[in-house]
């Protein structure tokens, strides 16, 4: 019988291609043969997640330090690796060797820059070579998602710390990304990196072409850097937004141009809210029939979690998103709602409580319950904590 190994390389291409997100299937073919092995690293090196371990031990050398060994004994591999996910632990501020092994990666499509749950030091805590290595990653053009999180206010370097330092031209030009986030207190981070220009008065990053744009407000300063972002953005197509305060959507939809408003085809929205506020939909009514009339919007996704010691409104002001909906989407095909339930105190029935949800698209969604046009899902969970 003949061995995989004598097929034509084209085929092989292709069949190592179709595994390129089977891991294990990857490992096992690249012992198959020499042949095989520059194939399949290709893929099992496309992606790296450094973050500090759940439970660190110290006789254990951390992800970082283990990824540069690897990279010293096959150099080759940092020109295969695409995409980072990094999140920082206090050791990594100050190992000089951090910087050097995060100097051999120049081909990134996906950098998340995060700070680690335990990590206590701020931005400019950072020695400057560590300083230096993070923003020539985030500036690489090759970079089209880029993904920031846990960057606190105080960590907010001066916009004259991003710049291209080594002169090289590789960096003239700004990334042109397609992807941004930010998330979990990174809102001063990320107007930063808007507003960053470098040496000859460019921008350090080109947010216009972005077309998806995932963002959180968890205070209230957070909304001026949204509704920078949407502003600035003129081909967004997805919106992931997700609000941690009552207003939290004040302002994104009269910050959106009239160049998005005919490329925008998804909303994905999610907000928290306690069983005292008055309207369980935080403004989002005001905010989508701003633009009503003027969009192109194809699908809408809402999850609200109630936390609650009592009860759960369940009346008409949960309609008044349907009634929205209802006119000014012409293009609309899908609408979901999943209302997630928190309770602290079993003093009532949880199946009284789910009936009582459950009530809510029939009574106060009938356009969307009864459209042939647009398929409605909603959904319900009630948990005890």
């Known amino acids: 019988m003949a061995s995989f190994s004598d097929s034509p390389l084209e085929i092989i291409e292709e069949i190592i291609n179709a595994l390129q997100d089977d891991i294990a299937a990857l490992e096992a073919c690249s012992q198959t043969c020499s042949l095989l092995l520059p194939l399949c690293r290709k893929f099992l090196f496309r992606s790296i997640r450094i973050a500090p371990r759940s439970y660190p031990q110290r006789s254990r050398p951390r992800l970082l330090t283990l990824f540069g060994i690897l990279l010293n004994s096959n150099p080759g591999i940092s020109e295969l690796v695409r995409n980072l996910v990094f999140h920082i632990c206090s050791v990594d501020v100050y190992d000089d060797d951090v910087p050097l092994v995060l100097g051999r990666l120049h081909h990134l499509q996906f950098f998340e820059l995060g700070i680690g749950e335990r990590m206590m030091a701020g931005w400019n805590e950072f020695h400057q070579p560590f300083r230096e290595a993070l923003l020539r990653l985030i500036q690489l053009p090759s970079v089209s998602r880029l993904e920031i999180s846990r960057i606190l206010t105080s960590q907010s370097p001066p916009t004259t710390a991003v710049s291209c330092r080594n002169g090289s031209s590789a960096l003239d030009a700004a990334p042109q990304l397609r992807s941004f986030a930010f998330r979990l207190n990174s809102g001063p981070y990320a107007m930063h990196l808007l507003n960053a220009r470098r040496p000859n008065g460019g921008h350090v990053l080109d947010f216009r072409n972005v077309r998806t744009l995932s963002v959180e407000a968890g205070k209230e300063g957070d909304l001026m850097v949204i509704q920078a972002f949407i502003r600035v953005t003129q081909k967004l197509e997805t919106l992931d937004y997700v609000a941690e305060i009552t207003k939290g959507y004040t302002g994104f939809a009269a910050s959106m141009n009239a160049s998005s408003l005919s490329t925008l085809r998804t909303l994905r929205l999610q907000h928290g809210i306690d069983d005292e506020i008055q309207d369980p939909l935080c403004g989002l009514c005001k905010e989508v029939s701003i633009i009503s009339g003027r969009n192109v919007i194809e699908e809408i996704s ?51 409580l789910e009936e009582q949800v459950n009530e809510i698209p029939r009574k106060y969604f009938p356009w969307l319950s009864s459209n042939i046009q647009v398929m409605f899902n909603f959904s319900t969970s009630v948990h005890w904590v």
Not at 303 to 322: A, F, H, M, P
Not at 323 to 349: K, N
């Open 302 to 352: 809402l999850r609200v979690i109630v936390q609650t010691d009592c009860r759960c409104k369940t009346g008409s002001v949960w309609g008044g998103l349907g009634a929205v909906l209802s006119r000014g989407f012409p293009q609309l095909r899908y609408v979901s709602l999943d209302i997630e339930i928190c309770v602290f105190s079993p003093s009532f029935s949880e199946a009284a």
